[in-house]
């Protein structure tokens, strides 16, 4: 195993003293939420935790598939079994993004990667209804209530930009989707009027025209006793808008009645650059009213006064871009069309950089031009082949430079357990999907000479901390030292304030670091990482412990 001697120490600072009427974080009150410094945790829903085999098996999808191109057994009631255990709590995440779970094509497709189904969760089949193989309406409440009660967010992950493909179980929805051309990605246009691979019907999102229910829906609507129900709805719901009845907005609608009727806190919404812009502007409208809705009818379970949240998943945007992404003919906006935050593309090869390299970068740039935006950051992920650490021989680099980083983290399942990313007889992006490795986290298995249960014990203490300052991912920084590296984040909003300060390189044993200016004498500090209590004297914190990296805050 890799000494801790190697780790970057860190050494966090909460601010103690209040200027006037401002609130300091860490002075008693509950520390407010802000989506500028989530931590948000992603995963497969079909490869994280099986809470039920009861499901494993739905519309005879037993044929054999590729390597890791079936169903699991993760489902929605896996998660909330984690919840219930807390630990996501020990991992300082506040949101829990999962794929989509509504109803996937119940038939496979074999297109040179071996028989793949629906697994994954963007072949929607029918937006109404979730997928047994995931779980159950009640389910799904539950896994809100319990997240919430957490103080944990819940994102659903939506797909306007196409159905699942046609099989022999599952027809095209006539009228509303173009099975052609395939993309090719020289301009807007062939980016966003097109499919994205072939045999993915790539839904009329540009098109005004009013289309019917397809027959195959309606008859399984009927067959479910529900056709009545759903009819009632949508004529309710054209009423109300006087949208006409085009694809999108029948989309639109099925997606935003998971926020009015489970009060889900935010969308990661897929495939974005491949919709009209406008499109997402249209759908953040009605997700902003039904989020209003389900706190005016819920009045005791709402968390705060934050708005809707939207993350767009705008492939290859990069923080550097700011504020715009160029398809090479036109530049677009996305954070003025309904969108929070973007993920952001940058940092999986930023991190190859120094700390101060990539934190000044991202502070200058959140809070330039994108000030009041944000962007999730991420080192791996489900579906990018070139994720940060692929050997997975690096993992507390990964944690200390994604979490440490100005701007929201993703943190994908297993990158806090060392979970393999490169599995034999895998083809594409399959190979980032693997179980989650439950099984090598009990028995401490080893992996590149690192320990899982240190990797793990590395990003809790991390992200427990940014959980409690959101001066790390919110915060202006600036550096104050070269040698040893230290750093400060300080956090202004409202009535509230707050600050950090980090140093890395720092050696095991009695450290010391100067905080004069940032923390006056006699103020109390915790060592999240040994759990000791340190108080400032002479503009230093003094913290002798066995770890070379101290975490302290009020």
Same mark, same amino acid.
């Given at each position: 195993?890799?000494?801790?001697?190697?780790?970057?120490?860190?050494?966090?600072l909460?601010?103690?003293?209040?200027?006037?009427?401002?609130?300091?974080?860490?002075?008693?009150?509950?520390?407010?939420?802000?989506?500028?410094?989530?931590? #948000?945790?992603?995963?497969?829903?079909d490869?994280?935790?099986? &809470?039920?085999?009861?499901?494993?098996?739905?519309? %005879?999808?037993?044929?054999?598939?590729?390597?890791?191109? !079936?169903?699991m057994?993760?489902?929605?009631?896996?998660?909330?079994?984690?919840?219930?255990? &807390?630990?996501?709590?020990?991992?300082?995440?506040?949101?829990?993004?999962?794929?989509?779970?509504?109803?996937?094509?119940?038939?496979?497709?074999?297109?040179?990667?071996?028989?793949?189904?629906?697994?994954?969760?963007?072949?929607?089949?029918?937006?109404?209804?979730?997928d047994?193989?995931f779980?159950?309406?009640?389910?799904?409440?539950?896994?809100?209530?319990?997240?919430?009660?957490?103080?944990?967010?819940?994102?659903?992950?939506?797909?306007?930009?196409?159905? !699942?493909?046609?099989?022999?179980?599952?027809?095209?929805?006539?009228?509303?989707?173009?099975?052609?051309?395939?993309?090719?990605?020289?301009?807007?246009?062939?980016?966003?009027?097109?499919?994205?691979?072939?045999?993915?019907?790539?839904?009329?999102?540009?098109?005004?025209?009013?289309?019917?229910?397809?027959?195959?829906?309606?008859?399984?609507?009927?067959?479910? %006793?529900?056709?009545?129900?759903?009819?009632?709805e949508?004529?309710?719901?054209?009423?109300?808008? &006087?949208?006409?009845?085009?694809?999108?907005?029948?989309?639109?609608?099925?997606?935003?009645?998971?926020?009015?009727?489970?009060?889900?806190?935010?969308?990661?919404?897929?495939?974005?650059?491949?919709?009209e812009?406008s499109?997402?502007?249209?759908?953040?409208?009605?997700?902003? /009213?039904?989020?209003?809705?389900?706190?005016?009818?819920?009045? =005791?379970?709402?968390?705060?006064?934050?708005?809707?949240?939207?993350?767009?998943?705008? @492939?290859?945007?990069?923080?550097?871009? !700011?504020?715009?992404?160029?398809?090479?003919?036109?530049?677009?906006?996305?954070?003025?069309?309904?969108?929070?935050?973007?993920?952001?593309?940058?940092?999986?090869?930023? =991190?190859?950089?120094?700390?101060?390299?990539?934190?000044?970068?991202?502070?200058?740039?959140?809070?330039?031009?994108?000030?009041?935006?944000?962007?999730?950051?991420?080192?791996?992920?489900?579906?990018?082949g070139?994720?940060?650490?692929?050997?997975?021989?690096?993992?507390?680099?990964?944690?200390?430079?994604?979490?440490?980083?100005?701007?929201?983290?993703?943190?994908? @399942?297993?990158?806090?357990?060392?979970?393999?990313?490169?599995i034999?007889?895998?083809?594409?992006?399959?190979?980032?999907?693997?179980?989650?490795?439950?099984?090598?986290?009990?028995?401490?298995?080893?992996?590149?000479?690192?320990?899982?249960?240190?990797? /793990?014990?590395?990003?809790?203490?991390? %992200?427990?901390?940014?959980?409690?300052?959101?001066? #790390?991912?919110?915060?202006?920084? =600036?550096m104050?030292?070269?040698?040893?590296?230290?750093?400060?984040? #300080?956090?202004?909003?409202?009535?509230?304030?707050?600050?950090?300060v =980090?140093?890395?390189?720092?050696?095991?044993?009695?450290?010391?670091?100067?905080?004069?200016?940032?923390?006056?004498?006699?103020?109390?500090?915790?060592?999240?990482?040994?759990?000791?209590?340190?108080?400032?004297?002479?503009?230093?914190?003094?913290?002798?412990?066995?770890?070379?990296?101290?975490?302290?805050?009020?």
């Amino acid at each position: 195993m890799k000494r801790l001697l190697f780790i970057p120490v860190l050494l966090l600072l909460s601010i103690t003293a209040c200027k006037g009427p401002q609130q300091a974080i860490g002075s008693g009150a509950k520390t407010p939420f802000y989506w500028e410094n989530a931590n #948000v945790y992603f995963m497969l829903t079909d490869r994280f935790n099986n &809470g039920s085999t009861k499901n494993d098996l739905n519309f %005879g999808r037993s044929t054999p598939t590729g390597t890791l191109r !079936g169903f699991m057994g993760g489902d929605i009631k896996g998660i909330t079994q984690k919840i219930e255990e &807390g630990y996501f709590d020990k991992l300082g995440i506040t949101a829990i993004w999962f794929t989509p779970v509504v109803e996937q094509v119940h038939d496979f497709v074999d297109e040179g990667t071996g028989v793949t189904y629906g697994f994954h969760g963007y072949w929607t089949k029918d937006w109404t209804r979730l997928d047994p193989n995931f779980g159950t309406e009640k389910e799904l409440a539950e896994l809100v209530k319990k997240a919430h009660q957490r103080g944990i967010r819940i994102i659903l992950d939506v797909v306007i930009n196409h159905t !699942g493909p046609e099989t022999k179980q599952d027809p095209l929805w006539p009228g509303w989707v173009r099975t052609e051309p395939q993309c090719t990605y020289k301009d807007y246009r062939s980016t966003i009027e097109c499919t994205l691979v072939k045999n993915l019907p790539d839904i009329k999102t540009d098109s005004n025209a009013p289309v019917e229910l397809p027959a195959f829906l309606v008859a399984k609507w009927k067959k479910e %006793g529900r056709y009545e129900k759903e009819v009632a709805e949508l004529d309710a719901f054209f009423k109300r808008t &006087g949208y006409p009845r085009a694809p999108r907005f029948y989309v639109i609608k099925w997606l935003t009645d998971y926020i009015r009727q489970y009060g889900v806190d935010g969308y990661r919404c897929d495939t974005a650059k491949h919709v009209e812009e406008s499109v997402w502007a249209e759908l953040r409208k009605e997700a902003d /009213l039904a989020f209003a809705d389900w706190k005016k009818a819920n009045p =005791a379970k709402v968390l705060d006064n934050n708005p809707f949240y939207m993350v767009g998943e705008v @492939y290859f945007y990069k923080v550097s871009s !700011g504020r715009l992404y160029d398809f090479g003919d036109k530049k677009v906006d996305y954070f003025d069309n309904g969108f929070t935050s973007l993920l952001n593309f940058d940092l999986k090869d930023d =991190a190859q950089n120094s700390y101060e390299n990539i934190f000044s970068k991202y502070s200058t740039l959140l809070n330039g031009s994108l000030k009041g935006k944000s962007v999730l950051n991420y080192m791996s992920s489900h579906d990018d082949g070139s994720p940060f650490d692929p050997a997975r021989s690096k993992p507390m680099e990964t944690a200390t430079k994604l979490l440490l980083c100005p701007g929201a983290s993703q943190v994908y @399942y297993g990158d806090e357990t060392n979970r393999s990313l490169q599995i034999p007889g895998t083809q594409g992006d399959a190979t980032l999907r693997s179980f989650m490795n439950w099984d090598e986290l009990a028995a401490n298995a080893e992996r590149n000479g690192y320990r899982t249960q240190d990797v /793990l014990a590395h990003w809790q203490k991390l %992200g427990r901390f940014r959980r409690a300052h959101p001066a #790390v991912g919110a915060g202006v920084h =600036a550096m104050l030292s070269n040698k040893p590296y230290t750093f400060k984040r #300080v956090f202004q909003s409202g009535g509230l304030e707050d600050a950090v300060v =980090a140093g890395l390189d720092l050696p095991k044993g009695k450290k010391e670091i100067a905080v004069q200016g940032v923390f006056p004498d006699g103020t109390m500090l915790q060592d999240y990482y040994s759990g000791q209590q340190v108080r400032v004297s002479g503009g230093k914190v003094s913290v002798d412990s066995e770890f070379s990296v101290v975490l302290l805050g009020k």
